[in-house]
């Protein structure tokens, strides 16, 4: 069964950091890309870091400078490490897996396996 399990979430306060972990099996962490979204209550889901299987990344402007996407494949898991941490970075953070040959992966809709989501919450 394709299956992806979030963790790490938590409080923090602003300024702070966490990482996000999310475990898969082969299958799913050997897919052509993987990302990072989140959605806050009464927003869309919006994409927030991706990594394709060359290693390639990408991230959403808001957290450029502050959020880093990467894979180990040894662990099947997929890591988002997010530092510098704001009130605005609240949400639930979900982590997804995609086929094919895509660009711009930042899209939900581009994505064929989801998570359940792990909530991050970030106090002023």
């Known amino acids: 069964q394709v299956q992806l399990v979030e963790s790490g979430g938590g409080s923090v306060q602003a300024g702070g950091s966490l990482r996000l972990s999310c475990a898969g099996s082969?299958?799913?962490?050997?897919?052509?890309?993987m990302g990072w979204f989140r959605q806050a209550p009464g927003k869309e889901r919006e994409g927030v870091a991706a990594?394709?299987?060359?290693?390639?990344?990408s991230y959403a402007d808001s957290v450029k400078g502050r959020f880093s996407i990467s894979k180990d494949n040894a662990k099947n898991t997929l890591y988002l490490q997010m530092n510098s941490l704001k009130p605005e970075d609240t949400a639930m953070y979900y982590c997804?897996?995609?086929?094919?040959?895509?660009?711009?992966?930042?899209?939900?809709?581009?994505?064929?396996?989801w998570g359940q989501g792990t909530q991050v919450t970030v106090s002023s």
């Open positions: 990594i394709d299987s060359d290693g390639s990344t």
């Open positions: 997804a897996a995609g086929w094919g040959r895509e660009r711009n992966l930042l899209q939900p809709y581009k994505y064929n396996v």
């Open positions: 082969e299958y799913t962490i050997s897919t052509d890309y």
